[in-house]
Nanobody, 126 residues
Framework: QVQLVESGGGSVQAGGSLRLSCAAS??????IGWFRQAPVKEREGVAS????????AYGDFVKGRFTISRDNAKNTVYLQMNGLNTEDTAMYYC?????????????????????WGQGTQVTVSS
């Protein structure tokens, strides 16, 4: 069973950058997704990266500002976030897809992501 731990959140001013990390322990080769949830809003997909192929997917709101990547040697997935704005304020979670070796680009299929980290808070001020 894979376990995930997020880090790297914090408070920044609008226009700033943060890099989130998702460290995995246990089996690898899962599609890893980043999701976020702001108060009184539904959880939404930010980005995902497939195992082996490295195929990427991004939420429409990302608009080229964020980059997801993975370091297989460290079993860690990163989310580099640039050009942050106040609407990016949320708790950010990483999650592993339910099926090992499966490439998923369906960020709206949140229920398919079964293993979640505890989250890391991102706060962007104007």
């Amino acid at each position: 069973q894979v376990q995930l731990v997020e880090s790297g959140g914090g408070s920044v001013q609008a226009g700033g950058s943060l890099r989130l990390s998702c460290a995995a322990s246990g089996p690898s080769e899962y599609t890893i997704g980043w999701f976020r949830q702001a108060p009184v809003k539904e959880r939404e997909g930010v980005a995902s990266i497939c195992p082996t192929t490295g195929i990427l997917a991004y939420g429409d709101f990302v608009k080229g500002r964020f980059t997801i990547s993975r370091d297989n040697a460290k079993n860690t997935v990163y989310l580099q976030m640039n050009g942050l704005n106040t609407e990016d304020t949320a708790m950010y979670y990483c999650a592993a897809h339910r099926f090992r070796y499966y490439c998923s680009t369906g960020l709206r299929n949140i229920a398919d992501f079964r293993t979640w980290g505890q989250g890391t808070q991102v706060t962007v001020s104007s």
